[in-house]
């Protein structure tokens, strides 16, 4: 693989598929990420598009640019954030969630669809969240930033991350919880 550095020197004279190269494997997490944010497919597309610009515009004018990766997953995050931010709390943002999970070459059809329905069940469970908590669920564990860059991206203490991801965390177990009571129920 390019080393970042040449690839950016390439992105500055033009050359579009060194970008591409730069970009094309985190598009996959960071729209899952907005789109776990903002409940949204559309608005995440605008957020990752907002990103992608932003991106090629910091590369393009010369910025000094250490971990592409975490900077770009950063950046992302930001962008949706800054996008959530614009939406009022009360406005029904709706929108369907696209699997962009890959299936394991390893598993049984049964396995992958079993697979798939606890995923769906746990992302009905995190985007019933509030924005504060869903955030911090969505960067720390699809994001992969670490409580200092979530605290930066988000604009608060490092301390008030810990405290919403063991909110959040706490809130998603009562749901997990809530719901196996209602399938044994229903059985």
């Known amino acids: ?20 190269k730069l970009v094309e494997p985190l ?6 990420t907005s789109t ?7 608005l995440a597309e605008d957020a990752v598009q907002n990103t992608l610009i932003e ?5 393009i004018k010369g910025k000094k640019i250490r971990n ?5 997953k950063q950046l992302a995050a930001c962008r949706a954030m800054d996008l959530a931010r614009q939406r009022s709390r009360h406005a029904n943002v709706s929108g369907n969630i696209d699997e ?3 299936p394991d070459e390893h598993e049984t059809p049964l396995e992958a669809v079993l697979k798939k329905e606890r995923g769906a ?4 469970c995190v985007m019933s969240l509030d924005i504060h908590h869903r955030s911090v669920i969505a960067l720390y564990y699809y994001q992969e930033l670490s409580i200092d860059e979530i605290a930066d991206v988000l604009g608060i203490k490092a301390g008030t991350v810990k405290s919403r991801l ?7 177990s009562q749901a997990a919880t809530r719901q196996k009571m209602e399938q044994v129920i229903e059985c």
């Open 36 to 42: 776990a944010i903002l409940r949204s497919t559309h």
């Open 166 to 172: 063991h909110a959040a965390r706490s809130k998603l």
């Open 68 to 72: 592409f990766n975490a900077w770009f």
């Open 1 to 20: 693989m390019e080393s970042e550095e040449r690839l950016f020197d390439l992105c500055r004279n033009g050359d579009k598929d060194a970008f591409f």
């Open 27 to 32: 598009l996959g997490r960071v729209y899952s």
């Open 55 to 59: 991106a090629y515009q910091a590369i």
């Open 121 to 124: 069940e746990l992302l009905e």
């Open 100 to 102: 962009l999970e890959l």
